[in-house]
């Protein structure tokens, strides 16, 4: 069992691991995330190991105080630094053109570099006792279901990892929102737990661009992400889907609505309470996805933008696997 307490002495001894260039789990505010010495490409392979990840898909790099940004970037824009003031520590992911102390393995071969100042007490502690910048991308095998506990770390990566630093439920259970500020304009590129109408708050305009996996360079590569391996199916919002007795239906309810299925998983009270959806979204998954269902539904979902972050991470894990 790799799972520690987040006690001073387990984050000091996870420090030590990241420092010696080993994998640390940990978590954070949004999901967990598997942590490596980001000034070591040595130490970053082991992420890739562990994930199978593709090495054309750049990792975040998370740090602790401000002044770790300066080292790694070679401008940063007063985008950048509007946004940095206004969400750090928090869910949101600054992209900057960076310095040739980032390995290229973390940026996948681009110019620039992603960074992310986490507010977990957990992963601010760890990463200050570390005094180095750390690359995480979440916690779970390249492709399947973010993990939101400490746990779903263990079932998924127990083995390839030396510590997990248990946090409990991360608060926001959606990934960080991604802001490219290079061109000196806010370009978002992942939808998250940041909505663009805080960034369009602080910045005065947001634009959208693609995120790094679905530019052309890997063309349909990566329809499908965050999947369950059950089948999941979205339904419109009045559809009712037909019923086959020998079919074993699992139903991710927001709200009062609910349709007939063996399993059930509440997400929320009101079909509007975003932030519930979106705090209960991966563990349900992860429960459900673990019962041999042969079938999954959910509702689709609109509203506010956070509803659409979470809309695109069900797109993705519905998306049909190459
Ligand atoms: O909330 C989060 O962001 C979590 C926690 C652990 O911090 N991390 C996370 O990492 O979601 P990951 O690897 O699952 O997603 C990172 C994504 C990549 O898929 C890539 O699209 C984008 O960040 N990214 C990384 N570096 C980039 C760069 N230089 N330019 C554009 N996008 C980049
Ligand atoms: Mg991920």
Same mark, same amino acid.
């Given at each position: 069992m790799a799972i520690f307490r987040g006690t001073e002495e387990n984050i000091k001894k996870a420090a030590k691991h990241l420092q010696k260039n080993n994998l640390v789990a940990f978590a954070t505010e949004t999901v967990y995330g598997l942590g490596a010495?980001?000034?070591s490409a040595e130490a970053c392979e082991k992420i890739f190991k562990a994930k199978k990840r593709p090495k054309y898909d750049p990792l975040i790099v998370h740090i602790a105080e401000m002044y770790q940004v300066t080292d790694l970037v070679q401008e940063v824009p007063k985008v950048a630094s509007d946004l940095a003031e206004a969400?750090?520590?928090?869910p949101i992911t600054i992209v900057f053109k960076k310095?040739? @102390?980032? +390995?290229e393995l973390i940026t996948a071969g681009l110019d620039t570099v992603a960074i992310r100042m986490p507010a977990h007490p957990l992963a601010l502690a760890l990463l200050s006792e570390a005094k180095i910048p750390v690359a995480a991308p979440s916690?779970?095998?390249?492709?399947?279901l973010s993990p939101t506990t400490a746990e779903h770390v263990d079932s998924q990566l127990g083995e390839e990892v030396d510590i997990i630093l248990d946090g409990g439920e991360c608060d926001w259970g959606i990934e960080s929102t991604i802001v490219d500020c290079t061109s000196g304009e806010a370009i978002i590129l992942r939808q998250g737990a940041i909505s663009a109408e805080d960034i369009r708050r602080i910045t005065g305009s947001v634009q959208y661009g693609k995120a790094v996996l679905e530019r052309? @360079?890997? +063309?349909?590569?990566?329809?499908?992400?965050?999947?369950?391996?059950t089948k999941l199916v979205i339904l419109k919002k009045d559809e009712n889907p037909g019923f086959a007795q020998s079919v074993k239906i699992g139903f991710l309810q927001m709200g009062k609505g609910t349709i007939e299925a063996d399993e059930v998983e509440v997400?929320?009270?009101?079909?509007?309470d975003f932030k519930s959806i979106a705090h209960n979204l991966f563990s349900a998954l992860h429960r459900l996805d673990s019962l041999g269902l042969d079938i999954i539904y959910v509702y689709e979902l609109t509203g506010n933008d956070l509803a659409a972050a979470i809309m695109d991470r069900l797109l993705k894990a519905a998306a049909k696997r190459s």
């Open positions: 010495n980001a000034l969400f750090w520590p928090g310095t040739d @102390l980032v +390995p916690a779970n095998p390249f492709g399947y052309p @360079l890997a +063309p349909g590569q990566l329809a499908s992400h965050y999947a369950p391996n997400l929320s009270e009101q079909d509007d």
